[in-house]
């Protein structure tokens, strides 16, 4: 397999599930300054010229989050991804989808600088609704945790959702509110992060 990626990417939050996995020997690690992914070579493996992506036997994985699920089940004894027929699978997928979703407008809106007044008259047709909503959601699930999303296990879904926290709170996008604290710290204890400068720098 190879990864393309490079050192300011959130090809950066791939690199520890290729630990957590054991499998960082089987992926090479391609670096692409952004400045070249206009180039024909990197257009034909992906069109919206953006990175990270993943080639496994001809196959382009691009999106960050099927990045996470594709690695997570084509290695599944490594336990990072409920089973096919595990009921957790659809809880797992939703905050797979969320991170990506909506989550990931909410912070984009925010950081374009639109007003509260704005988002409350669009929340509609906003995936995330409202600000209120997109924490809501977060602690609810936090609440519930134990300690993990799904349980005793972590999975790809924790480790995705910790990462956008680490990365929403160090930009100053969402606060740092006290019921996402233990669920940060303890992805934060991880062997395979600890060396991670971003994901140590809150
Ligand atoms: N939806 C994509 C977004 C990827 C993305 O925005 N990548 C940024 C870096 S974090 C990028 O490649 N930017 C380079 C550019 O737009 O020139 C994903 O989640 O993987």
Not at 28 to 34: A, G, L, P, T, W
Not at 110 to 122: P, T
């Amino acid at each position: 397999m190879k990864l393309y990626t490079n050192a300011h990417s959130r090809g950066n939050t791939v690199l520890p599930l290729l630990k957590e996995l054991e499998i960082e020997d089987q992926v090479d690690i391609i670096q692409v300054d952004y400045a070249n992914l206009n180039q024909p070579e990197y257009l034909a493996l992906n069109p919206m010229a953006k990175l990270p992506f993943l080639v496994d036997q001809g196959s382009v994985i691009s999106e960050t989050p099927a990045i996470f699920a594709y690695l997570a089940d084509k290695y599944i004894e490594k336990g990072f991804a409920p089973t096919l027929n595990d009921p957790k699978r659809g809880e797992y997928l939703k905050w797979l989808f969320f991170c990506h979703g909506p989550l990931t407008e909410f912070m984009d809106i925010k950081s374009l600088g639109v007003s509260a007044e704005q988002i409350q008259e669009k929340r509609r047709s906003l995936a995330f609704g409202t600000e209120q909503s997109v924490y809501r959601f977060i602690q609810s699930g936090l609440g519930q945790a134990n300690p993990y999303l799904l349980g005793d296990r972590i999975s790809a879904a924790d480790l995705f959702l910790a990462y956008w926290l680490i990365y929403a709170i160090s930009f100053k996008i969402v606060p740092y509110l006290d019921e996402f604290k233990p669920f940060i710290q303890m992805v934060q204890k991880r062997e395979t992060v600890k060396d991670i400068a971003w994901i140590q720098m809150i």
